[in-house]
């Protein structure tokens, strides 16, 4: 399947409360924000409109109580949006469980594809 990491991960779901979780749509939407200093151009980069940007964005800082994502307003270049401490912290966590699942799953994400392989299934 075209997209699927070598190491089998595809997806990790951290569910801390009934609103507090992240996984890897929010986990990215979150580095893009980091990257862009923007919510409107990471939503864009992730092929998602402002609106539902700005939508998990609220989420997040809700769900987390505290403001993981600070926004600034401003006209023509002026406005625009960062990780807070905490959100940074959130996604360097995140991003650390996921490289730490990857690693423990290798051996048997291995075993899995050779099995396939033997299947004569791709």
Same mark, same amino acid.
């Given at each position: 399947?075209?997209?699927?990491?070598?190491?089998?991960?595809?997806?990790? $779901?951290?569910?801390?409360?009934?609103?507090?979780?992240?996984?890897?749509? &929010?986990?990215?939407?979150?580095?893009?924000?980091? =990257?862009?200093?923007?919510?409107?151009?990471?939503? @864009?980069?992730?092929?998602?409109?402002? @609106? $539902?940007?700005?939508?998990?964005?609220?989420?997040?800082?809700?769900?987390?109580?505290?403001?993981?994502?600070?926004?600034? $307003?401003?006209g023509?270049? =002026?406005?625009g949006? =960062?990780?807070?401490?905490?959100?940074?912290?959130?996604?360097?966590?995140? $991003?650390?469980?996921?490289? &730490?699942?990857?690693a423990?799953?290798?051996?048997?994400?291995?075993?899995?594809? =050779?099995?396939?392989?033997?299947?004569?299934?791709?």
């Open positions: 399947m075209a997209g699927v990491p070598d190491s089998g991960l595809t997806h990790l $779901r951290i569910t801390l409360t009934e609103t507090a979780y992240l996984g890897p749509g &929010r986990a990215d939407l979150l580095e893009q924000i980091g =990257q862009t200093g923007s919510i409107s151009a990471a939503g @864009k980069a992730m092929g998602m409109s402002y @609106k $539902r940007a700005w939508g998990l964005v609220q989420a997040l800082n809700e769900g987390f109580g505290m403001v993981l994502v600070e926004t600034s $307003r401003g023509s270049g =002026q406005g949006a =960062q990780l807070s401490e905490a959100g940074q912290l959130v996604l360097t966590h995140y $991003r650390s469980m996921q490289e &730490r699942t990857r423990a799953i290798a051996e048997d994400v291995s075993a899995l594809r =050779q099995l396939l392989d033997m299947s004569g299934k791709k």
